[in-house]
């Protein structure tokens, strides 16, 4: 029985798939995470406005989980197509 050997030409467009669908998931979840800052927004100044500090510290942390969020989206393009060069490095 012959050994397994793995096939290298596929991985260049498994690695371009890889990167479109990351750039699709990444828009999704920016504007995903647009909606949650303005959601924060709302509730930092309904929180605000009713002198309720809970519902202020709730959207306080709202609008800052919303930015961490932007900020892991935008760089999930270049992660994924840093991954797939790493596996082309290790198939070839």
């Known amino acids: 029985m012959d050994p397994l050997t793995p096939v290298s030409d596929g991985m260049d467009e498994t690695r371009d798939l ?3 669908v990351a750039g699709t998931v990444a828009n999704g979840a920016l504007l995903a995470t ?5 959601i924060g927004l709302i509730m930092w100044g309904f929180g605000t406005a009713l002198n309720m500090p ?3 510290s709730r959207g306080v942390q709202t ?3 919303a930015v961490v969020c932007a900020v892991v989206c935008a ?3 270049a992660w994924v197509a840093w991954f797939g060069e790493q596996a082309v490095s290790i198939w070839h």
């Open 63 to 65: 609008i800052l989980g």
């Open 54 to 56: 809970s519902l202020g």
């Open 34 to 38: 647009v909606a949650a800052a303005l």
């Open 18 to 20: 890889m990167v479109s």
């Open 75 to 77: 760089g999930l393009n």
